[in-house]
């Protein structure tokens, strides 16, 4: 959303495009800039033309990924947002609490069930995300699994496939940006700021909402440190 992304937005000094690449029909909004030795751009899906909330979950994602590669042809993707945190799950402390940052190992789906073989696997659509080991050693953050899905809320059938998928985070956006990331081979980094404890005591949308603006201002702040550790380094060097 583009509340998440205002603060690096501001921060970086970024500018928003008028006359983007994209298609004139979408919401799409595209900022750009020069920070250090990086271009950087920050593409949003923007607010749904119907309704006019934020264009949240799978089909934004994917849809704006693709376009993006397309148009701007990066080097890198980062998916950086916020997401739900496990304080507990599979009887291991996974140890995530609100304001936590995670910089994603693997991504996966986890509300595609598709019960035939080998599709079974095609539904979850699990992908090793880009290796960070000097970034992640060097700023000290947290290590995790994620996992995708188009609801906020998690239902049994939901729980389970998170379960095993071993998820420690869970967001709307991830695993279909990896998904076609991967189609065109760009390297990408998912990193993701937990709002809410998603097997705590408290409703998710509460506390998404009470604690989405400091988690933001976190999030911005390990954000700028990834790309002050990415400037000046060759990818094989993150």
Not at 9 to 27: A, D, Q, W
Request: net charge negative.
């Amino acid at each position: 959303m583009q509340k998440e992304a205002q603060p690096l937005i501001n921060r970086l000094r970024l500018v928003e495009e008028v006359n983007t690449p994209f298609p004139k029909e979408v919401t799409w909004v595209l900022f750009k800039g020069m920070y250090k030795d990086l271009s950087i751009n920050i593409v949003c899906p923007g607010k749904d033309s119907t309704l006019g909330v934020e264009s949240v979950g799978t089909v934004p994602a994917s849809l704006v990924t693709y376009a993006s590669i397309l148009a701007i042809q990066p080097d890198l993707i980062i998916n950086a947002g916020t997401a739900g945190g496990f304080r507990v799950h599979i009887l291991q402390a996974k140890g995530a609490c609100i304001s936590d940052v995670y910089v994603v190992s693997t991504v996966a789906f986890h509300d595609r069930r598709i019960p035939v073989p080998v599709l079974d696997l095609y539904g979850v659509g699990m992908r090793k995300a880009f290796p960070t080991p000097n970034l992640i050693k060097e700023l000290n953050l947290k290590v995790g699994r994620l996992s995708t899905g188009d609801s906020m809320d998690m239902s049994p059938h939901d729980e389970e496939s998170i379960t095993a998928n071993d998820a420690t985070v869970k967001d709307m956006e991830g695993a279909a940006v990896a998904y076609v990331a991967d189609i065109f081979k760009v390297p990408t980094i998912l990193i993701k700021g937990v709002t809410d404890i998603v097997d705590g005591n408290r409703p998710t949308s509460e506390e998404f909402l009470e604690n989405l603006a400091a988690v933001t201002a976190k999030l911005d702040e390990s954000l700028t440190k990834v790309i002050d550790f990415i400037s000046g380094k060759c990818l094989s060097d993150l």
